[in-house]
């Protein structure tokens, strides 16, 4: 019995420390505005349904989460309008007797636009802004996301436009310089 004791105890102090050491994350609020007008925001066709934008909002919104739970310390709040998406790729049902497959080609880059306001955990605006993010160079180099991911392009470049407006400010902020 005793052994069991000190057995239970030696598994549970890691996961008390992990739990101390990982606070929880600042607030995310994220925002899609007219989902019905963005360029190109469906999986399936060109011109998607509700439903089909639908999935694609849920796993742009999933993914902010996860930068968010990762990277905003508590406290500190992050605003984003969706404003547009434009997948990567394009369809083309004439290639493929009227199926919409979509084919994604180095001119075919992915873009969003996105407002967004970043508060500190004393409620000042460190970052604000209207931006149109796209990666022209999407199709080159090392993407850390499988090739089965759907929306992998459009998350290396989420990762890249996160970094620089919202983790690097913090950072900054952190330090003491700005």
């Known amino acids: 019995m ?3 004791i000190r ?8 996961l008390a420390l992990s739990a101390l050491a990982a606070p929880p994350a600042g607030t995310l609020t994220l925002i899609f505005i007219h989902p019905e007008a963005y360029t190109d925001a469906a ?7 509700d439903k089909e934008r639908a ?13 968010a739970a990762r990277y905003l310390p508590p406290g ?3 605003s984003i309008e969706v404003l547009d998406v434009d997948l990567a790729g394009h369809f083309e049902p004439w290639r493929f007797h009227g199926y919409d497959l979509r084919v994604v080609r180095d001119v075919t880059w992915p873009r969003m636009k996105l407002r967004y306001e970043l508060r500190g955990s004393d409620g000042a605006v460190i970052g604000s802004g209207e931006e149109r993010i796209a990666d022209q160079a999407f199709n080159m180099g090392v993407n850390v996301y499988s090739p089965t991911d759907r929306l992998r392009y459009e998350k290396a470049m989420m990762d890249r436009w996160f970094d620089q407006a919202v ?3 913090i950072a900054v902020r952190q330090s003491g310089h700005g």
Request: hydrophobic share 35%.
């Open 2 to 4: 005793a052994r069991s």
């Open 43 to 49: 999986y399936r066709s060109d011109y998607g349904s």
């Open 55 to 67: 999935q694609v909002m849920n796993d742009i919104r999933r993914h902010f989460d996860e930068l």
């Open 7 to 14: 057995l239970l105890a030696a598994c549970a102090a890691p």
């Open 167 to 169: 983790t690097r400010k």
């Open 76 to 78: 500190y709040t992050l």
